[in-house]
Structures are given as C-alpha cells and as structure tokens.
C-alpha cells in the first residue's frame, strides 16, 4: 500500500518566481550570465585549438573545463529562463532526472579535472625536465577521459535511487533546477540511503581530488621557495596562479552552500547562494585564465587586433 504516495510524472520548479514582478529583470541577467558564458567558454576553445603555442597539457585541461563549463549551465540555465517567461513552470521526470545527473556528474567531473591540472602544474614546476615525458598525449587523454568517467557510476546511482523512491503529493520543487536536496525534500521514504550516498560522494567525489590539488601545491610552494631570485619565483607561481583561482571560487562556493546547515528558513537564501556555484564559476573561469594568463592574453589580442586596426 503506497498511502499518501503519488505517482509524480511532472514537477513544477518554483525558481525565482515572485509576485513583484521581477522575472523580466532576472530573465535579462540571466540571458547576459548565459551568453557571456558561452562566448568566454567558447572562445577559450577555438583559441586553444586554433594557437598552435597552446597546444600544451595545460591548455588541453583548459579546453576540456570550458566544454565542461558550457555543458553544465546548458542544463540548468535554458530552462531557468523559460520558466521565467512562461507561466508554465513545469518539468518532465525524466527531464528533472536528467537535469541532476548531468549536474551531479559535471560537478564530480570538473574535481578530478581541477585535480589532473593541479597534477600538471606539478610536474612542469617541480620536474620541469621530465614534464615532457610525463605529460604525454596519451596520459593527459587518460586522465580526462578518467575525470569524466569517475563521478559516472556515484551519480547516476544517486540519481536513480532519488527518482525510483516515492513522492508525497506535492511536485513542487522550491529551487531554480533539480538540486539533490530539494528532491530529496519531496520524497515520502526513509532517505538514509540517499545521505549516506551523498557521504560517499563528498568523500570520493569531492575529499579526494581536493586533497591531491592541496598535496600538489604543497610540493609546489616548496620547490618555488627554493628558487633563488624573486623574478624566478613570481613567474613559477604566475603559471598556476589562475589554476589556483579557479580552484578557490569552486571550492568556495560549493562549500559555502553543502556544508552550510539546511534549514526551511533559508530556502530562498539557499536558492541564491546556489547561483555562486552553478553560474558563478562558468563565467568567471574563462575571464581568470584570459587576464591572469599571458599566453592566453596573447592569442587573444592576436585574434582581436587585425579587427581593431581596420576600424
């Protein structure tokens, strides 16, 4: 006997929603966080492919985040304007399944591949003279291709043991996109299962890689302390400067929103904070490695210049 239990084909994604009128003013400073986006995303892409100087490890790593970044707000954004503009909010269950899944498993992803770039600034800093030999086509592939495939097994069983439980009546998800714990919210059972999933997940999924990003800076800071000059020393560190930047502002915001106590009170503040670590990133990632990398500040000045000069 399922009881109060009902079979949910559709959710409706309350979002921003708000009697003041504000959803055309979100609406824009979405569609804007959007487009910049894709476009600082993209053109760290074509840059990379198309600028033979960066073709190194460093920039394949790079190349594979901005893929990552385009393929993760692509989920989550487009749906959030539309529900901004229409008055329809609704989501299929299917397609709330494969909304968190995507973002579980991009998440899990771009941990490990921050970890693989950690892993390169290591090697090129703390033995430059084998980084060649080491950092070789098939192990940066590998690595990707292991970034990519870790978080795979974790997340599509979280996704599937949230979505193969049963929901209470309501179908309202108080939240922009599916988020883990605004679906486990809504469901009826026991959610044990569901947390002590989410422990190994952290631990496997986010413990790890953050803890091979902090052993590698270890080593890094103490092979550029022993750099005698100071110019020596600020162009080592300058090389994994913006790889530290965006490992912070990823780290930080998802920190700032899954350790923080969950309480009804704060759902809105929750729906905010969680802004700081699904748009937050995409955007600012791509502007980081183009202003605080000068081979990248280079390139693009290549492409932009021929334009500029005929104005």
């Known amino acids: ?16 929603s708000d009697p003041s009128g504000l959803e055309g003013l979100f609406f824009s400073i979405f569609l804007t966080i959007y487009c910049l986006t894709l476009t600082g995303n993209l ?6 492919l198309a600028n033979q100087a960066l073709h190194s490890p460093m920039y394949f790593f790079l190349r594979n985040l901005s893929c990552l970044e385009i393929c993760c707000t692509s989920f989550i954004i487009p749906k959030m304007l539309e529900n901004l503009l229409l008055k329809d909010k609704t989501i ?8 968190m899944s995507v973002f579980l498993i991009t998440g899990a992803t771009e941990c490990f591949l921050l970890a693989a ?25 590998g690595l990707v291709a292991a970034s990519w495939l870790a978080g795979i097994p974790v997340q599509l069983g979280q996704t599937f043991v949230v979505f193969s439980s049963h929901f209470c009546g309501s179908n309202e998800i108080n939240h922009f996109f599916c988020d883990f714990p605004a679906m486990v919210q809504l469901v009826c059972e026991d959610t044990s299962i569901n947390e002590e999933l989410a422990l190994v997940e952290v631990a496997f999924l986010g413990f790890i890689p953050f803890a091979l990003i902090f052993l590698s800076y270890m080593c890094i800071s103490s092979t550029i302390l022993k ?8 162009k080592a560190f300058s090389t994994c400067s913006s790889h530290l930047m965006v490992v912070m ?37 791509p502007l980081i490695y183009s202003l605080r990398n000068r081979e990248v500040h280079v390139a693009l000045k290549k492409v932009f210049s021929p334009h500029c000069s005929l104005t």
Not at 92 to 99: I, N, R
Not at 227 to 234: A, D
């Open 227 to 234: 750099i005698p000059s100071v110019e020596g020393r600020r």
């Open 117 to 141: 770039m950690a892993y390169d600034r290591y090697v090129a800093i703390c033995q430059p003279l084998h980084y060649a030999l080491i950092m070789s086509k098939r192990v940066c592939s």
């Open 92 to 99: 299929s269950f299917t397609g709330c399944a494969l909304q």
């Open 43 to 48: 053109l760290i892409i074509i840059i990379t």
């Open 249 to 285: 502002l990823f780290y930080g915001s998802g920190i700032t929103v899954y350790l923080k106590p969950k309480t009804k009170h704060f759902e809105d503040t929750d729906k905010l904070l969680s802004l700081f670590y699904t748009i937050l990133p995409p955007l600012l990632n």
């Open 1 to 16: 006997m399922r009881g109060n239990w009902s079979t949910v084909n559709t959710f409706v994604l309350l979002g921003f």
